[in-house]
T-cell receptor, first 115, second 109 residues
Framework: ETGVTQTPRHLVMGMTNKKSLKCEQH?????MYWYKQSAKKPLELMFV???????ENNSVPSRFSPECPNSSHLFLHLHTLQPEDSALYLC??????????????FGPGTRLTVT | GQNIDQPTEMTATEGAIVQINCTYQ??????LFWYQQHAGEAPTFLSY??LDGLEEKGRFSSFLSRSKGYSYLLLKELQMKDSASYLC??????????WGAGTKLIIKP
């Protein structure tokens, strides 16, 4: 247990569906991250929130929409996804995202399959 | 562009020593991390290097040479549970992590 939980662990959705991924951290951290992990590829940073403010959006398509209502919770809203969006989506948190050596703590991920 | 290179896969024998290399070219450098990721699980933090030299933590050690853009993770007395992917990540000038694709380590009895 890393102190970061994600739900659901597995999700299968059609291209016309709307779903949301949830992440919660119990570590008192102020920065939260969404990553996409595809087989044999580096982790792709999608979004960064620092003190509830979005500080990074790495050219992610608008069919992915993040929401951070407070420092402990992070959502990723999904709509009209494509099959190539099938991947493991990882949430992470760190003490803060503004500088210094801050190791990130990861949740177990949501395995997403788009059919 | 920014690039992290590490071998795709390595195989080693239980009880032996293995060294996993990582080379990087990034815009700025604010430290290098190693993470372990077992199949189907979250990456977990192993080590952090920001100064040149060797950091030892039990059976695992991590080395950094900033002038060469090079690091390695050394695993001693290998155990079957060390079978996992090992991810190298560099913190760039904006303190964002740039990740390698990971090295899958297979331990054989």
């Amino acid at each position: 247990e890393t102190g970061v939980t994600q739900t659901p662990r597995h999700l299968v959705m059609g291209m016309t569906n709307k779903k949301s991924l949830k992440c919660e951290q119990h570590l008192g951290h102020n920065a939260m991250y969404w990553y996409k992990q595809s087989a044999k590829k580096p982790l792709e940073l999608m979004f960064v929130y620092n003190f509830k403010e979005q500080t990074e959006n790495n050219s992610v398509p608008s069919r992915f929409s993040p929401e951070c209502p407070n420092s402990s919770h992070l959502f990723l809203h999904l709509h009209t996804l494509q099959p190539e969006d099938s991947a493991l989506y990882l949430c992470a948190s760190s003490q803060d995202g503004s500088g210094g050596a801050r190791e990130q703590y990861f949740g177990p991920g949501t395995r997403l399959t788009v059919t | 562009g920014q690039n992290i290179d590490q071998p795709t896969e390595m195989t080693a024998t239980e009880g032996a020593i293995v060294q996993i290399n990582c080379t990087y070219q990034t815009s700025g450098f604010n430290g290098l991390f190693w993470y372990q990721q077992h199949a189907g699980e979250a990456p977990t933090f192993l080590s952090y290097n920001v100064l040149d030299g060797l950091e030892e933590k039990g059976r695992f050690s991590s080395f950094l040479s900033r002038s060469k853009g090079y690091s390695y993770l050394l695993l001693k007395e290998l155990q079957m549970k060390d079978s996992a992917s090992y991810l190298c990540a560099v913190q760039d000038s904006n303190y964002q992590l740039i990740w390698g694709a990971g090295t899958k380590l297979i331990i054989k009895p």
